[in-house]
């Protein structure tokens, strides 16, 4: 088990929202604050992380024609748990994020790790893929939430800090309206896949390059 790995792909090279580019409807719906950032990122990586448990240990029993079906199952399962411990204990969270939560069942992020990689491998590998897979799904959240939030409103950690007021950095009257709207969302999304995808890039062709001289090194 290559725990830096699964680290790596999960946060950077197969980012599941800047590289796979899966659960965008999310990603672009809910982050306009921090707090709904933060809630969505751990709620996502709890379900996730539970669904790559009970699948790996179920995945020799699991028929092979019916285990899209009982991947839902399971997921929806985890989805309902999350979503009434929200209710009860975080509100106002709750009614922030709305049907998004629910949503989280059809989440392409969790539906393919399942296929992917839960329904292959053994339990830890598999626990591990769902942890990194929503720990970079979350980061995307909250740096997408916070660009949105500090250009458009002008705060930070609305809904969260300073009793739900977030902390004022600039007038509101400064900030971009453009930004909390739809296609704010898309702008910052596009930069940031451009960014990651420039980093990769880059790090491919400086390791291209690298390699014929460490092969000379090695015959020499």
Do not use: H
Not at 93 to 112: Q, T
Not at 124 to 153: A, H, N
């Amino acid at each position: 088990m290559n725990v830096k790995k699964l680290a790596s792909e999960g946060l950077v090279t197969q980012n599941p929202v800047l590289v796979q580019l899966l659960g965008m409807c999310s990603v672009l719906a809910i982050t306009t604050s921090f707090f709904n950032g933060i809630g969505m990122g751990v709620s996502v990586t709890v379900i996730l992380t539970l669904c790559n448990i009970v699948i790996s240990l179920l995945r020799k029993i699991i028929p092979n024609n019916i285990r899209i079906a009982v991947f839902v199952v399971v997921i929806a399962g985890f989805v309902t748990i999350v979503d009434l411990v929200l209710q009860a204990f975080v509100p106002a969270l709750s009614e922030s994020l709305g049907v998004f939560i629910p949503l989280i069942v059809v989440n392409c992020i969790i539906i393919g790790r399942a296929e992917s990689f839960a329904s292959k491998n053994t339990l830890g590998p598999s626990m591990l893929d769902g942890f990194f897979q929503g720990l970079g799904y979350t980061w995307v959240l909250v740096v997408m939430c916070v660009i949105r939030e500090l250009l458009g409103s002008g705060t930070f950690g609305a809904g969260l800090l300073n009793s739900g007021n977030g902390i004022r950095i600039f007038p509101a009257e400064y900030g971009a309206l453009l930004m909390v709207l739809p296609v704010g969302g898309f702008l910052t999304l596009g930069c940031l896949i451009a960014a990651t995808q420039y980093i990769l890039n880059r790090a491919k062709e400086k390791k291209a390059l690298t390699a014929p001289e460490k092969e000379k090194e090695v015959v020499g």
